[in-house]
């Protein structure tokens, strides 16, 4: 089945930077890749996602990348503000099993001011 | 608001009890996902529902099972508690009954602490 890794798990930024995070898959058939932020004491909220037939997606201040050929895809968080503090899951599932949206564990990230 | 609806918000109970989550999704999806979310740890599919039938298990529990009504909305039954099923349990509810399609909207979960 797929497992989804997930790095840092807790990152910190000045506001204004940017902010990386990165997911590695291992199931060379999943095409669709979402992330997920979740506020303190809210459910997940999707922000952005990504279908493997593009490379790249961007909306506003946040960019999700994907290279399929390694198997690994990134979110990046530009002009970073407080607001964008929370907990991001990256996620990925294939069209087989089309239910089981796989998680990784999440990575805190907190923009000091 | 993600019109996703879970009761009860908050529940203590102890060990070798019994508990039901409930979950009401957004209005006209048919889909509900259960997922559990530990102390650091990411979230993981417990079982997905599409219109009143089972569609998908993870690694749901025996003691647990779960349930989607015809009005759609869903309960999650834990049973035999033990310490380690203290955790964030929430439910996410999608129009399709597959997860690629869409946007999952996630409920503001149910925390469970069992004592």
């Given at each position: 089945g797929e497992n989804v890794e997930q790095h840092p798990s807790t990152l910190s930024v000045q506001e204004g930077d940017s902010a990386v995070i990165k997911c590695t898959y291992s199931d060379s058939a999943s095409n669709y890749f979402p992330w997920y932020k979740q506020e303190l004491g809210k459910g997940p909220q999707l922000i952005i996602d990504i279908r493997s037939n593009v490379g790249e997606k961007k909306d506003q201040r946040i960019a999700v990348t994907l290279n399929k050929t390694a198997k690994h895809f990134s979110l990046h968080i530009t002009?970073?503000?407080?607001?964008?503090s929370a907990v991001y899951f990256c996620a990925a599932i294939a069209d087989?099993?089309?239910?089981?949206?796989v998680f990784g564990q999440g990575t805190r990230l907190t923009i000091n001011p | 608001d993600s019109g996703v609806t879970q009761t009860p918000k908050h529940l203590i109970t102890a060990t070798g009890q019994r508990v039901t989550l409930r979950c009401s999704p957004r209005s006209g999806d048919l889909s509900v996902y259960w997922y559990q979310q530990s102390l650091d740890q990411g979230l993981q599919f417990l079982i997905q529902y599409y219109n009143g039938e089972e569609r998908a298990k993870g690694n749901i529990l025996e003691r647990f099972s779960a349930q989607q009504f015809p009005d759609l909305h869903s309960e999650l039954n834990l049973s035999s508690l033990e310490l380690g099923d203290s955790a964030l349990y929430f439910c996410a509810s999608s129009v399709s009954g597959a997860a690629n399609t869409g946007e999952l909207f996630f409920g503001e979960g149910s925390r469970l602490t069992v004592l």
């Open positions: 002009e970073t503000q407080p607001e964008d087989q099993g089309a239910q089981k949206l | -």
